[in-house]
Each structure stands twice: as structure tokens, then as C-alpha cells.
């Protein structure tokens, strides 16, 4: 068995198209890249995952009712003060926050999740600031 040390942990860049995916199976398979178990050294210590940039979030599918019946609830801590918004609601206004949210849910509730979280972009169109991170891969059509 060899010990993974932190040094050891090569992370790589994962372009992921949200357009036409359905939010649950995209947030899951994000949520692997980010905490790395897709790697075969994976240990649930070691943050060993990958940078994530997701594009198009605006266009991500919800199944069923959940456009107009799923809520999501925020509160300031004052008594009263609690703000509702529904999920087409939250698509108009912040797409990005709709799957962020998702992703951040099926991450591990340790201190790792934070670590994990600040590996993940989310851009509501198609352009995004890390072209020149997927060039090579863009150029070999993958």
C-alpha cells in the first residue's frame, strides 16, 4: 500500500458543458472531480481533487415540478426575515447559484468541503476566463 502524501497529488482541469444535462447527475459527477475519487490514490483525508469549470448553467434541466415547486430558503437571522425563492426564480436572476448549490450539497460536510469548493467555477454562458487551461485539449478534439 503506498502513502499518498499531499506533494504526491497532480490535479487537472475538467471542462464540463451543463447545457441539456440534468442538474442532480451533473452535480454528482462534478462533486467526484472536486473531492478526487476519480483518481486511483484517493483518500478521504487528502483533498486530491481537480479544478472544475462549468459552462452554460443557465441551460441546466430540472425533472418534474422542481422549476416551479422547489424552493430554496435563505434567513438573516432576525426573526421574520426569511427569503423564498423558487428554483426558476433563482435560474433567472443567478443561474450559477443554482448549480452551485447542488454541487456544494454532495460534497463531504468536513472541513475539506470548503477546500474542495474553491476548485469549482461556474460561469452562467459560455465564456469563462480559463481558455488558455483547455487549449491543448481543444486542439486534440476531445
Not at 44 to 50: E, Y
Request: proline letters at 4%; a positive charge; glycine letters at 6%.
Amino acid at each position: 500500500m503506498k502513502i499518498v502524501k499531499p506533494k504526491d497529488i497532480k490535479r487537472q482541469w475538467h471542462l464540463i458543458d451543463a447545457k441539456n444535462q440534468v442538474l442532480g447527475r451533473l452535480s454528482a459527477k462534478v462533486a467526484t472531480y472536486l473531492m478526487g475519487k476519480n483518481k486511483s490514490y484517493y483518500t478521504p483525508h487528502l483533498d486530491s481533487g481537480d479544478f472544475v469549470v462549468v459552462v452554460n448553467a443557465k441551460d441546466v434541466l430540472l425533472t418534474g415540478k422542481k422549476e416551479t415547486q422547489k424552493k430554496y430558503w435563505r434567513h438573516s437571522g432576525y426573526p421574520g426575515n426569511i427569503f423564498v425563492k423558487t428554483a426558476s426564480q433563482l435560474r433567472s436572476q443567478q443561474p450559477q447559484l443554482l448549480v452551485k448549490k447542488a454541487i456544494i450539497g454532495m460534497l463531504p460536510k468536513t472541513t475539506l468541503a470548503k477546500q474542495m469548493a474553491k476548485k469549482l467555477y461556474i460561469f452562467a454562458d459560455e465564456n469563462h476566463p480559463f481558455k488558455d487551461k483547455f487549449e491543448n485539449i481543444q486542439k486534440q478534439g476531445v
